[in-house]
């Protein structure tokens, strides 16, 4: 059963909304990464965790042919973009290597990066493929997320800085939710999309980066899988 593993190509707080969109500054050293918002917090009156259920809605509802996920340098990284938090797509490769990309982001946006996951929907063709008797469809999903391969090791840094015990910034769903992949999709990308709501459970690592300074600024995060395969994703963004 195919299903989409997208890096294809993976002191705890909470801070008030007034403060969230905050740029990064020197300010929040007394936090274990002030780059980004704490595990735990709720940004936005949203978990981490269900941003990033809604960056894998957002990735699943477009087409193929400017799919940011799916584009090789950034040129769309800005399609349907809404809301306090900016999206950052992974770049569609598994293959062992560097890859960029390049993306303008406005100001005061909070940045999700979207590291690695697998979306895992529901229903597939296979028939075999659901719940035993007495289990749930999200434990079905959520152990079924965990056969496929994933993140063994994780550095990312941003300007320079890196993020400490990255591999920490790992979430799954707390509940099922629901995602409408987008028709072109389906070939390629998730043999699973049905193209109407489908229920689906998340499972992968996210960082949401606080507001950049204006200005140019470089993520590099660098991952090793199960099999031992390295790339570098590198994102060159400019903040207007």
């Known amino acids: 059963m195919y299903k989409t593993l997208c890096s294809l190509l993976i002191a705890c707080g909470t801070i008030a909304a007034a403060n969230a969109s905050e740029p990064f500054s020197a300010d929040f050293g007394h936090e274990r990464n002030p780059m980004l918002y704490p595990k735990e917090s709720r940004p936005f009156d949203k ?24 584009d090789p340098t950034g ?19 598994s293959m062992a290597g560097s890859f960029t990309r390049a993306c303008t982001i406005p100001r005061d946006k909070a940045i999700l990066l979207m590291i690695q996951f ?5 229903p597939c063709p296979d028939p075999n493929f659901g719940p035993k008797p007495g289990q749930s469809l999200y434990d079905f999903l959520v152990a079924d997320s965990k056969t496929y391969l994933m993140t063994a090791s994780l550095d990312v840094t941003l300007d320079g800085r890196p993020v400490r015990d990255a591999l920490d910034y790992h979430y799954i769903s707390e509940n099922v939710f629901s995602l409408k992949g987008d028709p072109s ?15 689906v459970v998340a499972n992968g690592w ?26 570098t994703f590198t994102y060159y963004l400019t903040i207007q």
């Open 47 to 70: 978990s981490i965790d269900g941003w990033g259920d809604r960056s894998v809605q957002w990735i699943y509802a477009q087409p193929l042919d400017n799919n940011p996920f799916l």
């Open 75 to 93: 040129a769309n990284c800005s399609v349907d973009q809404h809301g306090p938090v900016w999206f950052l797509a992974p770049i569609a490769s």
């Open 118 to 122: 697998v979306s895992d929907t529901y």
């Open 185 to 199: 999709l389906q070939p390629t990308f998730d043999t699973c999309i049905t193209s109407n709501w489908q229920p």
């Open 206 to 231: 996210y960082m949401m980066f606080r507001p950049l300074s204006p200005g140019m600024h470089t993520i590099v995060r660098t991952t090793t899988s199960a099999m031992g395969v390295t790339n």
